[in-house]
């Protein structure tokens, strides 16, 4: 089974209405890193049917407008819609399948069985079709968090989480305080998506930011997240693709400082420890600044 070939970091990963051509045409003149056709809630019941035949020509070919990487959610594996996406959706062209409300690991595996039958079919080799799962949609879905790193997974890219539909299956009259926070049910589940996918060594997504008006309030919300340690975040808007690469791209101040940390490791040869403006590093610290630089290195041309 191959691997996921998604292997370039992700900052912005645009949502588009898999059935709106002027849409999507629109969303492949950002700088999204990743765009994601939605054949799930934002394509209605009527319409399924099409969106698919859409979204089966389109990634017929590769879209020369776009550089970045295609992925598309698909409806849920219990709503007997899943195989049908797949089947329309897998060619070479396709980055990546969004797999909505996952319960487990389990439905990774099944989507993942669905995927190499689907591959090999097509005569596709060492396809690396990833799948990213939003795993905090049901209220049982969170309790299967600390299984994930125990499954072999191989096309598992990451994971992500999301509280609107959480909110619903809860029966919450909200998701938010009344200072406008995560109320405390979905700031746990937040925590445990971050350290599910650091477990199974794969990406952490942050959910939407729903006010598009509110660039600055992205930005922030987006910075914390980078710094708590998710790689990328959901846009729902053209408007909020620039907010987010630029909070998910190291700072120049981070970049040097990362290389000042290499450099001196390499300088001490063997040493596990060194001094940097008066503060002891270590191996963690030597880690994290290849990460940084990592990060500025896929993007910085």
């Known amino acids: 089974m191959p691997a996921s070939r998604t292997t370039k970091p992700i900052r912005s990963i645009l949502f588009v209405p898999a059935d709106s051509p002027r849409k999507i045409e629109k969303a492949f003149g950002t700088e999204a890193d990743a765009i994601v056709l939605d054949l799930e809630d934002s394509v209605m019941p009527s319409r399924k049917s099409e969106a698919r035949q859409q979204l089966a020509e389109l990634l017929s070919h590769s879209p020369q407008a776009y550089g970045g990487q295609l992925w598309v959610r698909i409806n849920p594996l219990p709503s007997g819609m899943a195989l049908e996406d797949l089947c329309a959706v897998v060619t070479p062209h396709l980055a990546g399948v969004l797999l909505p409300k996952c319960t487990g690991p389990w439905d990774v595996r099944t989507a993942s069985d669905y995927l190499d039958a689907l591959t090999t079919k097509a005569g596709m ?177």
């Open 125 to 301: 080799t060492d396809d690396g079709i990833g799948i990213m799962a939003v795993v905090t949609e049901t209220a049982a879905a969170p309790f299967a968090l600390g299984e994930y790193h125990k499954y072999d997974l191989p096309r598992l890219w990451g994971l992500t989480w999301g509280a609107e539909d959480l909110s619903s299956a809860i029966g919450a009259a909200t998701n938010k305080t009344p200072q406008g926070e995560w109320a405390l049910t979905y700031r746990m589940v937040r925590s445990q998506c971050l350290l599910a996918a650091k477990a199974c060594g794969v990406n952490a997504i942050e959910t939407l930011y729903v006010d598009f008006r509110d660039p600055e309030g992205l930005y922030g919300s987006s910075l914390e997240a980078r710094r708590e340690g998710f790689t990328g975040r959901f846009a729902i808007h053209p408007a909020q693709v620039a907010p987010i690469n630029e909070a998910f791209m190291p700072a120049e101040a981070e970049v040097d400082r990362a290389r000042r940390i290499i450099a001196a490791f390499d300088e001490a040869g063997d040493a596990g420890t060194i001094a940097i403006d008066g503060e002891m590093l270590d191996i963690p610290h030597l880690n994290q600044a290849r990460h940084v630089l990592k990060i500025h290195e896929a993007f910085a041309a």
